[in-house]
C-alpha cells in the first residue's frame, strides 16, 4: 500500500513539474520572445514593397518642361481573385500586347503573375481598379526638349533615380522625393491579397524647379554652335547669355569633340577655365581709371608693333600687336585695337596688389557660386607670385590668368550694370509638392567692383571695339552692341602653341543693356581671331534672338536705341575715321551693399575659405598657407559686403 502512494506521489510530481515547465516554457514565449515571433508570422504574412516617387519637374523660365517624370507600370495578378479569367486574358492581349499562355495558367492554378512592363497609362487603363489587378507606378525620366541643355540639365544614373550630373546631381535632394510603402497579405502558399490598409505611406513627389533659362534663347546658342562646328570645326566652344540687371543666366551651352571627332559629354561653361586674352584688357583698363593712374590727355607709343620691354635682370620680353599702329596710343584707343603694346605700357603704372585687387573685385579667381557641382575657379595667381616683368604685362594682355565663361560673363555683367557685380544664377524658383514657392531668385550684390563713372568710361571702350574701326566691328546688330574680342594662344604640353582659343565678350544694348554674351572657340581651324570667329557668330545670334517669338528680350526698349555721338576728349580721339564717343546713359542703380555676418571658416582650407568668403560678397586677404586658424573681423562680427576679410593660416604649405 505504502508503495503504491509513493508511486502516485512521485507521478504527480512528474506531472506537476512537467506542468510547471510547460508554464515556464508558455511565459517565455509569451513574454520574452513574443514579439520576435509575431514579427516572423507578420513578415510570412505580408510583403512590404517601395513604391517609388515621382522626381520634380525641370522648367524654363515660361513654365515649359526641360525634365520630367513619366508615369509607368509594372502589373502584378493575383490569379484567386481574377474574376473572369477569359475576359481579363482578353484584354490584356488587346491592350499590353503580351504572350498569355503564362498569364492563362496563373489563373487556372489561382497562382500570382507578375508582368514588368513597363506600361503606359493607356495600355493599363481598362484593367486598372480590377479585382485582383496590382499597379505598380515606376517614373521614367523624360527630356521633352531633346538635347536641349542637357549638359547643364545633367543625367540621372541607369541603375537609380539619383543625379549623376548637371543640376539632377547639384539638386538632387530636392528632385528626389520620397518613396512611398504598400504592404500585401499573402497566404500559406505565398500568393498576395488586397490588404485594405494596404499603403503604409504614400509616396511624396519631389520639389519642382524653374530655371532662369531661356528655350528659345538657348536654342540659339546651341544653333550658334553647330554653326561655329559646321565653319571652324574647334575642338569645344562655349555660349553665355546673362541678364546683367538680375544675374540669370539665360542660356548656357557648350559642346566639345575629341582628338578622333567624337562628341564629349561638357558643361565647359561652367567647369572649364581658359586665358581670356584680349577680353580681360577692359579690366586692367577699370584698375588704372580707378586708381586715377591714367590722365585724359595720357598717351603712350605705338611702337610700330613691336616692342621690347625691359627686364631688371637687363633683359628684354618682346611684345608684339596684330594690328600694328602709328599713332600715340590713349587708354581707349589700346582698347579699341586690342594693342598689346599699350597696354603693357599703361599696366605698369600699377603695382602688383592693386592689379590683382581689381581683377579679384570683378571675381577672377574664385567660384561665382552658380548652382552646378564641381564649378571651376579660374585661376589668379596672388601678387607674392607674380613675378617682375612676367605676370604685371601677361595678365594685362589675359595670359596668366584664367577664367570661366560665366566668370567673364559675371564681369561683363559688372561693366553693364554700373559696376555692380551681381551672383550668376541659374535657378529662378522652387516650389513645393503642394505648389507653395519655397525659393524665389531675388538679384544678389555680391560687391561693387568699380564705380558707376569707371563703368561708363569702360563701356565707352567698349562701343569704339565694336565699332567698324575696332577689332570687333563684325559683332555689330543696329549699331549698339558693346563688347571686346580675344584671341589667346593655347597652352600644349606646358607650353604655348600655335593653336588658338577665339572669344567675344559684348554688352547689348547700349542703352539699358539687357545681355551680356560671351563665346569662346577653342582651337578653330583657318581663321582663328575673335574679330573673324566670335564676333560674327555674336550678331547671328542677337539678330536671331531680336526676330524669335517668344525671348527675355524686351523690344520695345530698343526701339528708340541709337548709338549717340558726343563730345569726345582729345586724347581719346585717335585718327580722324573712329572720333565717336559713346554716352550711353543707363537708369539709376542703387546699390543695396548691407552689412553680413563673417562666416566661420576656421579649420577649413584656405581655398575652401577663399571661396566661402567670396560667395558672401568679401575680398579676402590670406596670410600663411593651410588650415585656417582665425579670421579679422572674427565669425559672427557684422561687416559691409565688399569689404577686406583677413584670414590666418599655418605658415606652412599644405
Given at each position: 500500500?505504502a ?21 515556464v ?31 520634380g ?19 502584378d ?11 481579363f ?14 498569364l ?41 526638349s531633346?538635347?536641349l ?23 538632387d ?12 497579405i ?12 494596404r ?24 544653333g ?20 546683367p540687371?538680375?544675374?540669370e543666366?539665360l542660356a ?16 565647359s561653361?561652367?567647369q ?5 586674352g ?15 593712374r ?23 620680353r618682346?611684345?608684339?600687336?596684330d ?28 603695382n ?32 607674392d ?8 604685362p ?8 584664367e ?57 565707352g ?59 569662346r ?21 542677337l ?39 559713346v554716352?550711353?546713359p543707363?537708369r ?19 581655398r ?10 568679401f ?17 559672427g562680427d ?17
Amino acid at each position: 500500500m505504502a508503495k503504491s502512494e509513493a508511486r502516485i506521489q512521485a507521478l504527480q510530481g512528474i506531472l506537476l513539474l512537467g506542468a510547471l515547465a510547460m508554464a515556464v516554457r508558455a511565459g517565455y514565449l509569451q513574454l520574452v520572445k513574443g514579439g520576435h515571433y509575431a514579427q516572423v508570422v507578420a513578415r510570412q504574412r505580408t510583403e512590404h514593397r517601395v513604391l517609388d516617387a515621382p522626381r520634380g519637374v525641370i522648367y524654363d523660365r515660361s513654365g515649359t518642361a526641360l525634365a520630367a517624370s513619366l508615369e509607368q507600370y509594372h502589373v502584378d495578378v493575383a490569379g484567386n481573385q481574377i474574376r473572369s479569367p477569359e475576359a481579363f486574358i482578353a484584354i490584356y492581349r488587346t491592350d499590353i500586347g503580351k504572350r498569355t499562355e503564362l498569364l492563362r495558367q496563373a489563373l487556372r492554378s489561382g497562382e500570382d503573375f507578375y508582368a514588368n512592363g513597363p506600361f503606359t497609362a493607356g495600355q493599363v487603363r481598362r484593367i486598372r481598379g480590377m479585382k485582383g489587378v496590382y499597379l505598380r507606378p515606376i517614373y521614367r525620366r523624360e527630356y521633352p526638349s531633346g538635347p536641349l541643355a542637357r549638359p547643364l540639365i545633367g543625367a540621372l544614373s541607369p541603375d537609380s533615380a539619383r543625379g549623376t550630373s548637371g543640376l539632377e546631381r547639384f539638386l538632387d535632394s530636392l528632385l528626389q522625393g520620397r518613396p512611398g510603402e504598400a504592404v500585401f497579405i499573402k497566404d500559406a502558399a505565398g500568393r498576395t491579397y488586397e490588404s485594405p490598409g494596404r499603403m503604409a505611406r504614400a509616396p511624396i513627389r519631389g520639389y519642382d524647379v524653374t530655371l532662369t533659362i531661356d528655350k528659345e534663347l538657348q536654342e540659339i546658342a546651341e544653333g550658334g554652335l553647330s554653326a561655329v562646328f559646321k565653319e571652324f570645326t574647334p575642338q569645344r566652344a562655349d555660349i553665355i547669355f546673362l541678364n546683367p540687371r538680375t544675374g540669370e543666366v539665360l542660356a548656357a551651352a557648350s559642346r566639345e569633340v575629341d582628338d578622333a571627332g567624337r562628341p564629349l559629354a561638357t558643361a565647359s561653361f561652367f567647369q572649364s577655365s581658359f586665358e581670356p586674352g584680349s577680353t580681360a584688357k577692359p579690366f586692367t583698363a577699370a584698375a588704372l581709371l580707378s586708381l586715377d593712374r591714367v590722365k585724359p590727355g595720357d598717351q603712350v607709343a605705338p611702337e610700330g608693333g613691336h616692342w621690347k620691354l625691359p627686364l631688371r635682370n637687363g633683359r628684354f620680353r618682346p611684345i608684339t600687336d596684330d594690328h600694328p599702329q602709328k599713332v600715340p596710343l590713349s587708354l581707349a584707343r589700346t582698347i579699341q585695337v586690342s594693342s598689346n603694346i599699350g597696354i603693357v605700357k599703361f599696366s605698369t603704372r600699377l603695382n602688383p596688389d592693386e592689379h590683382f585687387d581689381a581683377l579679384r573685385s570683378f571675381g577672377f579667381g574664385s567660384p561665382t557660386g552658380v548652382e552646378f557641382p564641381a564649378e571651376a575657379s579660374g585661376k589668379l595667381y596672388r601678387p607674392d607670385e607674380w613675378r617682375p616683368g612676367e605676370h604685371g604685362p601677361s595678365v594685362a594682355m589675359g595670359y596668366n590668368v584664367e577664367v570661366t565663361p560665366i566668370q567673364l560673363a559675371a564681369a561683363y555683367g559688372a561693366i553693364a550694370n554700373d559696376g555692380l557685380l551681381l551672383a550668376p544664377t541659374v535657378i529662378k524658383e522652387i516650389r513645393s509638392p503642394e505648389g507653395k514657392v519655397v525659393y524665389r531668385h531675388e538679384p544678389l550684390v555680391v560687391r561693387r567692383a568699380v564705380s558707376a563713372r569707371v563703368a561708363e568710361e569702360i563701356r565707352g571702350f567698349l562701343a569704339l571695339s565694336a565699332a567698324d574701326s575696332g577689332t570687333g566691328g563684325q559683332a555689330q546688330v543696329k549699331g549698339v552692341v558693346l563688347g571686346k574680342t580675344g584671341t589667346a594662344k593655347l597652352v600644349i604640353n606646358r607650353r604655348y602653341s600655335n593653336e588658338h582659343a577665339a572669344s567675344f565678350a559684348g554688352i547689348f544694348p547700349a542703352k539699358d543693356p539687357q545681355l551680356v554674351v560671351v563665346v569662346r572657340v577653342e582651337k578653330p581651324h583657318g581663321v582663328y581671331y575673335g574679330g573673324f570667329v566670335a564676333a560674327p557668330l555674336v550678331r547671328r545670334m542677337l539678330s536671331q534672338a531680336l526676330s524669335a517669338r517668344k525671348t527675355a528680350l524686351d523690344r520695345s526698349r530698343l526701339a528708340d536705341d541709337q548709338v549717340v555721338q558726343t563730345g569726345a576728349r582729345p586724347a581719346d580721339s585717335g585718327p580722324p575715321a573712329p572720333r565717336t564717343w559713346v554716352e550711353l546713359p543707363l537708369r539709376p542703380v542703387t546699390p543695396r551693399i548691407e552689412n553680413r555676418l563673417v562666416p566661420d571658416v576656421v579649420g577649413f582650407s584656405s581655398r575652401a575659405a577663399a571661396a566661402s568668403l567670396h560667395r558672401r560678397g568679401f575680398r579676402v586677404r590670406l596670410d600663411g598657407l593651410g588650415s585656417i586658424t582665425r579670421t579679422l573681423p572674427e565669425a559672427g562680427d557684422s561687416l559691409a559686403a565688399g569689404k577686406t576679410v583677413t584670414v590666418f593660416a599655418n605658415r606652412e604649405r599644405p
